[in-house]
């Protein structure tokens, strides 16, 4: 399986919104409502913002938002702060118990 | 509270074996599968594989099939991420991870990660 494919970089001034993008296959995002989105801040874990497609955990601001149309889903950060400042990664189920990762957007705040 | 904590951080040299623990604490360990996850330094997350803790059941990235074996020992709550012979190109950060309570389909839990440098 390949990697999901993402921007490699996005960026906006604070209290604008960007939206990062993720492509993939009829065997991956296509095919399910599995997609998830992940923040990493540097030398951290990642954290869980957005899953099946456009649910938010408890605890993430309704700032951060998720979609997906055909093999391509979105992720939508509303009123950038400075603290959204991270790399992204989206993942997607592949099938037969196996999972893939895009290859992360890091998000600038202007 | 959930908990995932990893083993800390190893030096190796090429061709030693290795390996590295994700003990999972504050929930019933046998119900949730672990993943593993690689991120090679300042690059992106792979997806390595995962675990059944209750019956070993196992699956690798076509990518790790093969170098790598995933185990775990459900007395102690462990889970174990296992090269026999290690390559400079293994150096990276190691992550395993949990699925939500809610959702079988998202990384909820994150261990705070094992940082394997394998440099002669």
């Known amino acids: 399986q390949s990697a999901l494919t993402q921007p490699p970089s996005a960026s906006g001034p604070p209290g604008q919104s960007v939206t990062i993008s993720c492509t993939g296959t009829s065997s991956d995002i296509g095919g399910y409502n599995y997609v998830s989105w992940y923040q990493q801040h540097p030398g951290k874990a990642p954290k869980h913002m957005i899953y099946?497609?456009?649910k938010r955990p408890s605890g993430v601001p309704d700032r951060f938002s998720g979609s997906k149309s055909g093999n391509t889903a979105s992720l939508t950060v509303s009123g950038l702060q400075a603290d959204d400042e991270a790399d992204y990664y989206c993942?997607?189920?592949?099938?037969?118990?196996?999972?893939?990762f895009g290859g992360g957007t890091k998000l600038t705040v202007l | 509270e959930v908990q995932l904590v990893q083993s800390g951080a190893e030096v190796k040299k090429p061709g030693e074996s290795l390996r590295i623990s994700c003990k999972g604490s504050?929930?019933?360990?046998?119900?949730?599968?672990i993943t593993w996850v690689r991120q090679m330094p300042g690059k992106g997350l792979e997806w390595m594989g995962r675990i059944d803790p209750s019956d070993s059941d196992t699956n690798y990235s076509p990518s790790f099939q093969g170098h790598v074996t995933i185990s775990v020992d459900k007395s102690i709550n462990i889970a174990y991420l296992q090269w026999n012979s290690l390559k400079a190109s293994d150096t990276a950060m190691y992550y395993c991870?949990?699925?939500?309570?809610?959702?079988?389909?998202?990384?909820?839990?994150w261990g705070q990660g094992t940082l394997v440098t394998v440099s002669s």
């Open positions: 099946e497609v456009s």
């Open positions: 504050g929930y019933s360990f046998t119900s949730y599968w």
């Open positions: 993942s997607s189920y592949a099938g037969s118990n196996n999972w893939v």
């Open positions: 991870a949990r699925r939500s309570s809610t959702s079988f389909w998202t990384f909820a839990y």
